[in-house]
T-cell receptor
Framework: AQSVTQLGSHVSVSEGALVLLRCNYSSSVPPYLFWYVQYPNQGLQLLLKYTSAATLVKGINGFEAEFKKSETSFHLTKPSAHMSDAAEYFCAVKGDKLIFGTGTRLQVFP | DTEVTQTPKHLVMGMTNKKSLKCEQHMGHRAMYWYKQKAKKPPELMFVYSYEKLSINESVPSRFSPECPNSSLLNLHLHALQPEDSALYLC?????????????FGSGTRLTVV
């Protein structure tokens, strides 16, 4: 069965600092991987997706993620955090259904 | 139109009530989904509809009854719910149930069972 593991339920950064949210996957076949963001009392918004076309995937709001097969990782990064990035971030893997990781809450301090 | 619209946004119901949640999309997507999300937890899949037919039921209790009247509309009928069913119910859609399609989510219905 496919699964994703998000390391760190909470990440805190200062405004302007690098954001790194970790996601490792488990899959016996090439995975389809996604990052979603959820703002308070809202639904989920797709940030980016990996579908084997390119290992470095650029998404919305300045986020990007790199697929590393050797490390079974798909970490999400942003060079410079903004206060508006504070939210819950979910990594997800899709086989016959979309399965989410446990989420990472990003806090951004001024 | 690139949205999934869910109504109502908030719902409070008693354990003997019958209510329905509604989800609508006009993107031509042929797969639609219901997820349940408890506080501080990830969304959990409940049902998948593909081409208006139920394709996955994640062993959801029968007090939750999904319905897909047409390709744009998805309902979730609720009856005799328990307080532990209080949660955010999210609807999503995708172009198809195939593996590389991302999902578009609605803003959810916040359900409270009293």
């Amino acid at each position: 069965a496919q699964s994703v593991t998000q390391l760190g339920s909470h990440v805190s950064v200062s405004e302007g600092a690098l954001v790194l949210l970790r996601c490792n996957y488990s899959s016996s076949v090439p995975p389809y991987l996604f990052w979603y963001v959820q703002y308070p009392n809202q639904g989920l918004q797709l940030l980016l997706k990996y579908t084997s076309a390119a290992t470095l995937v650029k998404g919305i709001n300045g986020f990007e993620a790199e697929f590393k097969k050797s490390e079974t990782s798909f970490h999400l990064t942003k060079p410079s955090a903004h206060m508006s990035d504070a939210a819950e971030y979910f990594c997800a893997v899709k086989g016959d259904k979309l399965i989410f990781g446990t989420g990472t809450r990003l806090q951004v301090f001024p | 139109d690139t949205e999934v619209t869910q109504t109502p946004k908030h719902l409070v119901m008693g354990m003997t009530n019958k209510k329905s949640l509604k989800c609508e999309q006009h993107m031509g997507h042929r797969a639609m989904y219901w997820y349940k999300q408890k506080a501080k937890k990830p969304p959990e899949l409940m049902f998948v509809y593909s081409y208006e037919k139920l394709s996955i039921n994640e062993s959801v209790p029968s007090r939750f009854s999904p319905e897909c009247p047409n390709s744009s509309l998805l309902n979730l009928h609720l009856h005799a719910l328990q307080p532990e069913d209080s949660a955010l119910y999210l609807c999503a859609s995708s172009q198809g149930a195939a593996t590389n399609y991302g999902y578009t989510f609605g803003s959810g219905t916040r359900l409270t069972v009293v």
